[in-house]
């Protein structure tokens, strides 16, 4: 049975969908109400679920059970919507949405509908995305790519005017979320030149100043705030949507609203109404300005100005880009489908192109990143952001940095938080992950050279690769566990297992075991006072005594078992602790020997110190007792100024676990 490919406009407010019909003309499907496009809301109705105007009219009265805006929180790890003791993540929800836009498609066409391309905010990063390309799996739906809705519209609007040349800018205001976006069209072509845009600027914005103004005008008359009762708020929003869009063709509206038993009606001019959201729209000028200084134009190197989304029918909105531009925007294109029949188009380009068919449309598509891509490195003692590949690059796009090095001796793993942003500081940008490269030789800080590869592949979103340009050899990676961020390791919060090694040989019996106890239990009150820290405790002679764990009571009691007895057999020791102890990834690790230095391996115990450093290990020495020998312990430390005496205070260094560093040129 045949079966269809689709575009799909997955709005903050409202969704649509289209397809490419037998004439080579994009469409938009109806939905089972008749209606062109969807609300993007969410009832869940007893073991049901139900997504439209139904929804969004449930909300003033079962305003726990419905969800809105679920667009603004794709990617957001920490964002849940709780119902019947079920939690929902905003790509779970979202992917509702598109069932229910799949099911009426197939309904309008009577055939399945398997294939889509899905159109998300030009702004949106790499988590926001592949949010979105989860969802679209979850609805059954086989997703051929991702389109930025900028690129989208200037598709439909690039059919609309196939054979004249011209450079457009799309400016996208939509419900939830703002794109700007400058193209150049010509006879087969459409090259995005530059986007930007806010993720979270959109009409809800518009409607939440009036939903104050409400609210205000409540408090003044009342004494109570509306706001803070949800059926309320919901029948607030309701209100200030309908204001919003009166005060579009009217010059004013009543506004009426009842809470707690009181009643107020206030009146909204369309004057009063601009400049309660003039902030609003001075961003969206500001980020106007803005891309046509990333694409080094003037306003007057644009010939058209292209709205898309339903709040650019507000008259401020228009007023403003003909006051800019020097001209009225275009209204070729219904703003609220021009999204999804550019997606329309794109799937059945991309559904022709992969199954070997004639493209219904001579016409492609060359679109760009929205933000720079880079990696967290340690340069000048401090976090920084090294990028690799600009914002505004076309995609698909690769790029590779060569001078990036490891940061201590015997460091054979590094560690790259990948983020996307334009600042300096990579703890102003959005992190995207943590990965573990391993398998790098033990060698000098700074000999371990890597080559790091950036790419963007056709949806915008990241890969990356490592390669030890020693060797050749690309390095295995792992995903790091999330528990740690990039602001612990900034601001010393980095995770460290501590190893204590006490000697508790005979020599030690008395004053100098005494001493032992007081300087270890010195240092497990001040390394567990930082998180993300471990302890383990080792006995010399008897083994492990503790493994590493954060319960600072168990590792007092490992210490207070310690009873002096016997030789100092330290390298055995050592080596029986480094089997039963295993490092953990990116993890920094310290191995603190406190002892009295009367110790007869030395040379077998500097041999396993070696070994040690080598996984990346830093080894202290404390001193303690009467007499102790300095020289021989500073002779089994990492190095002589990591001996320290009992009194001597010292902090945990490798603060940056595992972080690469900037490596000269030529070096």
Not at 123 to 140: C, H, I, V
Not at 202 to 219: C, E, L, N, P, S
Not at 282 to 288: A, G
Not at 525 to 535: G, Q
């Amino acid at each position: 049975m045949a079966s269809a490919a689709v575009g799909i406009d997955l709005g903050t407010t409202f969704s649509a969908i289209a397809w490419v019909n037998e004439h080579g003309v994009p469409e938009v499907l109806p939905n089972a109400e008749g209606e062109r496009i969807t609300p993007s809301v969410i009832l869940f109705e007893d073991d049901n679920v139900v997504v439209g105007n139904y929804a969004k009219q449930a909300a003033t009265v079962f305003p726990e059970q419905v969800v809105e805006f679920v667009k603004r929180q794709m990617g957001n790890e920490d964002y849940r919507f709780a119902y019947r003791g079920r939690s929902y993540s905003p790509e779970e929800l979202s992917h509702f949405i598109l069932a229910k836009l799949k099911v009426d498609a197939e309904k309008a066409l009577g055939m399945p509908v398997d294939r889509a391309v899905i159109t998300v905010p030009a702004y949106f990063n790499d988590k926001q995305r592949r949010a979105t390309l989860r969802a679209g799996r979850m609805a059954g739906l086989d997703v051929l790519a991702l389109l930025n809705e900028p690129t989208a519209a200037a598709f439909a609007y690039g059919l609309a005017n196939q054979g004249k040349r011209s450079r457009v800018m799309v400016y996208d205001l939509g419900g939830g979320t703002f794109d700007t976006t400058i193209v150049d069209m010509d006879e087969r072509e459409i090259n995005v030149v530059a986007t930007t845009g806010d993720h979270l600027l959109g009409g809800k914005d518009w409607d939440d100043a009036i939903i104050d103004h409400i609210a205000q005008a409540f408090i003044d008359k009342h004494g109570v705030d509306p706001r803070t009762d949800l059926v309320s708020m919901h029948d607030m929003r309701a209100k200030a949507t309908s204001a919003k869009i009166s005060l579009s063709k009217r010059p004013k509206v009543n506004i009426f609203h009842d809470f707690a038993g009181q009643v107020i009606r206030t009146t909204l001019a369309r004057e009063d109404f601009e400049s309660l959201t003039r902030p609003l729209l001075d961003r969206c000028e500001k980020l106007t300005h803005r891309v046509l200084a990333d694409a080094g134009l003037k306003t007057t190197d644009i010939d058209t100005v292209l709205l898309a989304g339903g709040s650019t029918r507000m008259p401020m909105v228009r007023d403003m880009l003909e006051r800019v531009f020097g001209k009225p925007p275009a209204t070729d294109i219904n703003p609220d489908e021009a999204i999804a029949l550019g997606a329309a188009l794109t799937a059945a380009l991309e559904s022709a192109r992969r199954s070997g068919e004639k493209a219904p449309i001579d016409l492609r598509t060359h679109d760009v990143t929205s933000h720079s891509l880079g990696l967290a490195l340690v340069r000048d003692g401090k976090l920084a952001n090294a990028r690799i590949i600009d914002r505004n690059t076309r995609v698909p796009a690769e790029r590779t940095r060569d001078d990036i090095a490891t940061s201590f001796d015997n460091q054979t793993c590094v560690d790259l938080w990948l983020v996307q942003g334009e600042h300096d500081d990579p703890l102003a940008c959005t992190v995207l992950g943590h990965f573990e490269f391993y398998g790098l030789p033990p060698r000098p800080a700074g000999k371990s050279r890597l080559s790091v590869t950036y790419r963007y592949n056709a949806n915008a979103i990241v890969e990356v690769e490592a390669m030890d340009l020693e060797s050749g050899q690309t390095l295995p990676y792992r995903i790091a566990s999330a528990k740690i961020s990039l602001a612990d390791i900034a601001d010393g919060r980095a995770p460290h297992q501590v190893v204590l090694v006490v000697d508790s040989s005979g020599s030690m019996y008395g004053a100098g075991m005494a001493e032992a106890r007081t300087v270890v239990n010195d240092l497990v009150d001040r390394m567990l006072s930082a998180p993300h820290r471990k302890i383990g405790v080792v006995a010399c002679p008897g083994g492990v005594r503790q493994l590493p764990t954060a319960d600072k009571a168990r590792v007092l009691k490992a210490i207070e078992s310690l009873v002096p007895i016997g030789a100092t057999p330290l390298q055995t020791v050592l080596e029986a602790a480094d089997r039963g102890i295993e490092p953990e990834p990116g993890v920094a690790r310290t191995w603190v020997i406190v002892s009295d230095g009367r110790i007869e391996d030395v040379d077998e115990v500097r041999q396993q110190v070696e070994a040690l450093r080598m996984q990346g290990a830093d080894v202290i020495t404390i001193g303690v007792g009467p007499n102790p020998d300095a020289t021989t312990l500073k002779r089994i430390a990492s190095s002589p100024n990591h001996h320290f005496a009992s009194d001597e205070r010292f902090e945990l260094g490798a603060s940056y676990a595992n972080l690469a560093t900037w490596a000269p040129r030529g070096v």
